[in-house]
Structure formats: C-alpha cells, structure tokens
C-alpha cells in the first residue's frame, strides 16, 4: 500500500464499504451476502453529508442515533425516498458484489464464515481500488463497517496479502484500511443504504416472497460503469455473473455477461 502525504497533486479519495446479508446458512439466513461501497472523492464528501443529513431529517433519526436500513428505511415510501435522494449525489460511484448462498458449491468459503467474509471484502477492495483509480485517485482511504464477533485483523492480512499477488490491482494508491463502527462516518450509513437497495431487489419478503428492485435501479447510474457495462466491476454476482443476468428486472437487455465465473 502506497503513503502520499497532503501536498499539492494529491487526490483524495474515501470508499465506505458495509455490508448486507449474514454469512450463516440456516433457515433464517439471508439467501445472500456481500457488500456495498461508495466511492468519492473527498471534496464531494459534502454532497453526500449533506443527502445524508436530509435523509435523517426526513426519517426523524434522533442525533445520537445511526441511520441504518434495518431500523429507519422500512417502508417502500422511505426507500424510494433515499433511492432519489443518494443518486442525486453528484461525483459518488457504487460498487457491489454479493453471493448467492444456494449457487455457492458446498465445501467452498460459503462454509466457513471468517473465508465468507474475507473472501467477499477482498473482491470489494478490488472494486474499489480499481474505481479510484479510474476516477483519478491517487490517495485512497478504505473504511469497512465493523462486523460484531469478527477479528477484521485477520481481514486486512489476507486482502494484503492476496492484492500482492496481483500485480495488476493499482493498490499503490491506498494509504488507509480500516474498520468502525456505522456512526463513525456519514457516508457509511448511506453505504448501508445502498447495501439495502440489493438486498431489496435480490432477497424476497413477505407473504408471497416478492422482491423490490426499483430502489436499486434508481441508483443504477451511480454504480461503476465501465465500457458500457456495469457487469462485473460495478456489480459482481458469486459465483456466476448470469446470477444477475436473468433477473427480470436487470435493465441490460441481451447482456453478453451471462455464466462467466466472477
């Protein structure tokens, strides 16, 4: 990881990383895990406080409370809402990448937690890392949603040591990886938003087990395009990409992406 200071050229960038889903099996498990990120410079970090700030008001968040999905966003009402509100947000990229449980082979990371999670933060650091640099970082913060019960040192040692086996991932350009608590950053409470509008459009609900996918097409042009496609450095679906694909709702039609191993 690289180490630039202050001085004139330099371009700051912050990625806000949370995740949506659990890594458990059950019954009562989430059907898939993974994660979502906001990538943005640091001079339009403003823009996106300030959304976040009118999402708070709007929901009646008390001050010393943090905004999340689960406990604030609970209606169609408020999430189409915070849809409008963060894809107005100028200068902010998103990058997904989640796993679908039922298509993971068994034996595979999907088995034990610690790989579920590494393995998924460390194809979200990718993501990040190459839109920052694409985006024209050359100073890029990394900040992950602490996770309860889980030594995130383990994490950093192994996405260290992974990223150096790839020469071609630019993580010269990252100075800072680390983990909080939600309520540390405003940006990572919109990134637990934006981790809802997946688990919206790919987890059913309710009685009759539909899923809502209009929060996160609205945020469809803010997530990480490139050449066209937003498939697969925008959004990775694990293990195959078709995962996304063949949904009904996925507004590519006729996308060439359809089994690629991600």
Not at 214 to 231: H, K
Request: proline share 6%; glycine share 8%; net charge positive.
């Amino acid at each position: 990881m690289g180490c630039h200071g202050y001085g004139p050229g330099v371009r700051r960038f912050g990625a806000y990383i949370d995740e949506t889903g659990d890594r458990g099996l059950g019954t009562n498990s989430s059907p898939i895990f993974g994660m979502a990120a906001i990538v943005i410079r640091e001079t339009d970090l403003p823009s996106l406080r300030e959304a976040t700030a009118q999402l708070r008001s709007d929901f009646g968040v008390p001050k010393d409370s943090t905004m999340s999905w689960k406990q604030h966003v609970k209606t169609h009402d408020r999430r189409k809402r915070a849809a409008d509100v963060l894809s107005r947000v100028e200068g902010m990229t998103v990058c997904y990448v989640y796993a679908d449980k039922s298509a993971l082979t068994p034996g595979s990371y999907r088995d034990n937690p610690t790989r579920f999670y590494n393995w998924v933060a460390f194809k979200t650091y990718k993501s990040v890392v190459w839109a920052a640099r694409n985006m024209g970082a050359n100073d890029l913060r990394i900040r992950f949603g602490h996770v309860r019960r889980h030594d995130h040192t383990t994490t950093h040692e192994y996405i260290t040591r992974e990223a150096a086996k790839d020469a071609k991932i630019p993580d010269a350009i990252v100075t800072a990886m680390t983990w909080h608590g939600a309520d540390r950053y405003t940006a990572s409470q919109a990134a637990d938003l934006c981790g809802g509008f997946l688990q919206a459009a790919l987890w059913p609900h309710g009685a009759f087990g539909y899923t809502e996918p209009s929060y996160l097409l609205t945020m469809w042009p803010r997530i990480r395009v490139v050449n066209g496609c937003a498939i697969p450095l925008g959004i990775m679906s694990m293990p195959n990409t078709d995962l996304l694909t063949r949904q009904p709702w996925f507004p590519c039609n006729g996308c060439p992406k359809t089994c690629d191993d991600a």
